[in-house]
């Protein structure tokens, strides 16, 4: 129908729009955040954008999800505001006739959401656990920064360097504090550089000296040097050995089906549900009122998205410990949203309209009163 394909192109061009708007935003958020980590040594600063370019797309099910609400409530409303849909009730037609074409819309967003849900978003949560653990196991090199204490990879020694010269090849004024074996000791000196000895590498220190104490004594030795040499870690190469929830695939969760499993099934499955049903509530809470003005449904969709999207990490946290059976919660939360969109809509297709028994008792009265 003709109505049905300029609805639908209607609700791309709506979606669309909001789509770019909240994937600014998010993208804005999660620069913000992500450079906050790596100011707090999470991330290498140069791998920023990369990992931003993972958050936004682990983000992106839940970013659909509400551009998908907000266009399907925002173009209804905007149909019942130009008395658009007087014109499609006249011709016989209710409120459950837009079901078709709303879904023919939809369809492939929801094959979208549960792709990204089930197979995206725990590849992308890999691949940021995955810089994560190559950064913390960086070696000594790679973490020395100018100006600044750092630590090494196994923390029994503290690097300064006041500066470096191009290249990060060498450097003045260096500082080294050690803690091995029983061992303290504080070496400086006045310049540095390094060197890459058969198959190892060396920080070669020129005219420094050297302090020395044991755990066990409290005699201080002091050497002067003109040039020594300290190995220095290289880069740990191994495999990350720990592997979040959040990054183990669908069918690893599904296999194994423990209680931290399946909270996770839950959220992934939870943003496809919730993308179906957002469609099916925003169609039954679609139209106009005068006195609350414009921007009501806009208000009751971020309302509605915010509740159920919590009931979606708090049920998470309720399966992983225990609390709620994983069926018992999937019926409750998304057969319940299902169920109530559904009466919503029903109630508006038929016109359905509830009588208080309040005001026959308060007719009732008043007739008394006169009689």
């Given at each position: 129908?003709?109505?049905?394909?300029?609805?639908?192109?209607?609700?791309?061009?709506?979606?669309?729009?909001?789509?770019?708007?909240?994937?600014?935003?998010?993208?804005?958020?999660?620069?913000?955040?992500?450079?906050?980590?790596?100011?707090?040594?999470?991330?290498?600063?140069?791998?920023?954008?990369?990992?931003?370019?993972?958050?936004?797309?682990?983000?992106?099910?839940?970013?659909?999800?509400?551009?998908?609400?907000?266009?399907?409530?925002?173009?209804?409303?905007?149909?019942?505001?130009?008395?658009?849909?007087?014109?499609?009730?006249?011709?016989?037609?209710?409120?459950?006739?837009?079901?078709?074409?709303?879904?023919?819309?939809?369809?492939?967003?929801?094959?979208?959401?549960?792709?990204?849900?089930?197979?995206?978003?725990?590849?992308?949560?890999?691949?940021?656990?995955?810089?994560?653990?190559?950064?913390?196991?960086?070696?000594?090199?790679?973490?020395?920064?100018?100006?600044?204490?750092?630590?090494?990879?196994?923390?029994?020694?503290?690097?300064?360097?006041?500066?470096?010269?191009?290249?990060?090849?060498?450097?003045?004024?260096?500082?080294?504090?050690?803690?091995?074996?029983?061992?303290?000791?504080?070496?400086?000196?006045?310049?540095?550089?390094?060197?890459?000895?058969?198959?190892?590498?060396?920080?070669?220190?020129?005219?420094?000296?050297?302090?020395?104490?044991?755990?066990?004594?409290?005699?201080?030795?002091?050497?002067?040097?003109?040039?020594?040499?300290?190995?220095?870690?290289?880069?740990?190469?191994?495999?990350?050995?720990?592997?979040?929830?959040?990054?183990?695939?669908?069918?690893?969760?599904?296999?194994?089906?423990?209680?931290?499993?399946?909270?996770e099934l839950t959220w992934r499955a939870g943003l496809t549900l919730a993308a179906i049903n957002f469609v099916f509530i925003g169609l039954g809470a679609a139209g106009v009122n005068p006195r609350v003005g414009r921007s009501a449904n806009l208000g009751f969709a971020f309302l509605a998205f915010v509740v159920y999207f919590n009931l979606l990490v708090l049920g998470k946290?309720?399966?992983?410990?225990?609390?709620?059976?994983?069926?018992?919660?999937?019926?409750?939360?998304?057969?319940?949203?299902?169920?109530?969109?559904?009466?919503?809509?029903?109630?508006?297709?038929?016109?359905?309209?509830?009588?208080?028994?309040?005001?026959?008792?308060?007719?009732?009265?008043?007739?008394?009163?006169?009689?």
């Amino acid at each position: 129908m003709l109505f049905h394909s300029s609805l639908r192109k209607e609700l791309a061009r709506s979606f669309g729009a909001t789509l770019v708007v909240m994937v600014t935003v998010v993208m804005t958020m999660t620069l913000i955040r992500t450079l906050g980590e790596a100011s707090r040594g999470n991330f290498n600063p140069s791998d920023v954008m990369i990992v931003m370019g993972y958050t936004v797309l682990s983000d992106m099910p839940t970013i659909l999800s509400l551009s998908l609400f907000v266009a399907v409530l925002s173009v209804l409303t905007r149909m019942f505001r130009d008395s658009e849909m007087v014109i499609w009730f006249g011709s016989g037609r209710g409120l459950m006739a837009l079901i078709k074409p709303l879904v023919r819309f939809s369809w492939p967003i929801w094959v979208i959401v549960f792709a990204l849900a089930f197979f995206i978003l725990p590849w992308a949560f890999g691949r940021i656990e995955d810089y994560r653990d190559k950064y913390e196991k960086r070696g000594d090199l790679a973490r020395i920064e100018p100006g600044q204490f750092q630590e090494s990879s196994n923390g029994d020694r503290v690097f300064f360097i006041e500066k470096n010269s191009t290249g990060a090849l060498s450097g003045s004024n260096v500082f080294i504090a050690t803690h091995d074996h029983g061992k303290e000791t504080i070496t400086s000196a006045q310049s540095g550089k390094i060197e890459t000895i058969g198959s190892d590498r060396f920080l070669l220190l020129q005219n420094g000296q050297r302090l020395e104490q044991s755990a066990d004594k409290r005699d201080l030795s002091m050497s002067v040097y003109g040039t020594y040499g300290v190995r220095v870690g290289a880069d740990d190469q191994s495999a990350r050995s720990y592997v979040p929830t959040r990054a183990l695939s669908s069918l690893d969760l599904l296999k194994n089906p423990v209680n931290q499993h399946l909270s996770e099934l839950t959220w992934r499955a939870g943003l496809t549900l919730a993308a179906i049903n957002f469609v099916f509530i925003g169609l039954g809470a679609a139209g106009v009122n005068p006195r609350v003005g414009r921007s009501a449904n806009l208000g009751f969709a971020f309302l509605a998205f915010v509740v159920y999207f919590n009931l979606l990490v708090l049920g998470k946290s309720w399966i992983e410990t225990g609390q709620v059976h994983f069926a018992v919660y999937m019926v409750a939360l998304h057969g319940g949203a299902f169920v109530l969109g559904m009466l919503l809509l029903a109630k508006r297709h038929n016109n359905w309209v509830l009588h208080w028994p309040r005001k026959k008792k308060t007719a009732a009265l008043a007739a008394k009163d006169g009689a």
